[in-house]
Structures are given as C-alpha cells and as structure tokens.
C-alpha cells in the first residue's frame, strides 16, 4: 500500500536554508506534491514534480526526486518567516481517480 | 474570484447531534474531496466524488454521508454514527485529468 513518511519538526533560522524530507513507498506513483498549510487555514500547493523527474526549480524552492530510493525533498533558499508553516509532501496514483496520499506534516519554524 | 468555500470556519456540536458542513467551489471541477486532518495523521480521505449525482467511499467513511446533486457543491454530513468527530476538515476540488487539488480553508468541528 502507499505510506509517505516525513519528519514532525524542522528549525532554521532566517536567512539559511531549509530542507524537508519525504519518503514514499509507491513506485507506481505519478505526481510528488509539496503543500503548505498555514495556522487553522487549507493547504496551498507549493510545487509538484512528474515522477519522472529528477528536478524541479521555482524561484526559491527546489524540489529533488531521488526514485531509486523513493525520496522527495524540498529546498526552501533564503528562509523567511513567512515560510513558517506545516509543509505536506503527497504523491498521487492515477487510475479511476486521482488518489492522494499525504504525509503528516512537516512543521517548519524559522527563528528571527 | 474562483475558489473554494467552506462553512462555517468553526462549528460546535452536541454528542449526538447530526452536522453538515458546506463546500461549494466555482471552479467548474468536477472531482470534489472530503478529507480529515488530525493532529500527528496528516490527512485522511473520507468521500470523494468524480461526477455529479456520484460519490465513492474513501478510506475512513464510517459515520459520514455526502450527496452531490450540484456540481458546485458536496456537502458532508457528519452522524451520530462517527465515534471521535472532533477535527478539522478540508475540502478540495480537481478537474479531471489535471492533478492537481485546490483546497478550501476548512472547518474545524468541535464536539461538546
């Protein structure tokens, strides 16, 4: 079955870079998602990464895909404190309906 | 603007009480998801729905129901039936073939 696993806590200080971690198990997935959520709001997407990917920029997150281990991290550069916030890695399956597994939740909290 | 609404943000119910909670979406998507979000269990998928007048049970149904007689809207009805009720809940929306979920920004149930 798919399982994606994450750390609980990550912290960084402002100006340094972050990176959070993921690991699934599905090698049959098809997207690999990064979601924010921010303090008692919905989850926003970040980024996402075809499955055949090795990388993918945008501005200031990098998202790297590692498939031989099943391994999805996301770099943030320049860490703010807005980027304070629970990030969610996600893969999906494609086959009769778009099925999304997620993980718990990484919490990123970025000092001053 | 297009998006995603849910309502209420809040809602407190009475052990035994029946609840629904609201989605709609003017996105013109035609998948829509009900997921739970739990402290430590990232997100768990309850009902989803392809198409209009259909809906499908996902991983944690048990003492749910939704209908789905508009396309704009896929209410969840939460019973008396639902032993631990207390969570916040996600909607979200897809077009078909596109990936990607937009999320409304939830409502947190809280029972007394």
């Known amino acids: 079955g798919e399982d994606v696993e994450q750390s609980l806590f990550l912290s960084v200080r402002e100006g340094d870079s972050s990176v959070i971690n993921c690991t699934y198990t599905?090698?049959?997935?098809?997207?690999l998602y990064w979601y924010k959520q921010e303090p008692g709001a919905g989850l926003q997407l970040l980024t996402y990464?075809?499955?055949?990917?090795d990388m993918k920029q945008d501005q200031r997150l990098t998202v790297l895909l590692n498939k031989k281990d099943k391994h999805l991290s996301l770099r943030i550069a320049d860490t703010q404190t807005g980027d304070s916030a629970i990030y969610f890695c996600?893969?999906?399956?494609?086959?009769?309906?778009?099925?999304?597994?997620f993980g718990i939740g990484t919490k990123l909290q970025v000092i001053p | 603007d297009g998006g995603i609404t849910q309502s209420p943000k809040y809602l407190f119910r009475k052990e035994g009480q029946n609840v629904t909670l609201s989605c709609e979406q003017n996105?013109?998507?035609?998948?829509m998801y009900w997921y739970r979000q739990d402290p430590g269990q990232g997100l768990r998928l309850i009902y989803y729905?392809?198409?209009?007048?259909?809906?499908q049970k996902g991983d944690i149904a048990e003492g749910y129901s939704v209908s789905r007689e508009k396309k704009e809207s896929f209410p969840l009805t939460v019973t008396s039936a639902q032993k631990n009720p207390t969570a916040f809940y996600l909607c979200?929306?897809?077009?078909?073939?596109?990936?990607?979920?937009?999320f409304g920004p939830g409502t947190r149930l809280t029972v007394l």
């Open positions: 996600a893969e999906s399956i494609t086959g009769g309906y778009q099925k999304v597994t």
């Open positions: 599905d090698s049959s997935s098809t997207y």
């Open positions: 990464i075809f499955s055949n990917m």
């Open positions: 996105l013109n998507h035609d998948a």
């Open positions: 729905s392809q198409i209009v007048n259909d809906f």
């Open positions: 979200a929306s897809e077009r078909t073939g596109r990936d990607e979920q937009f």
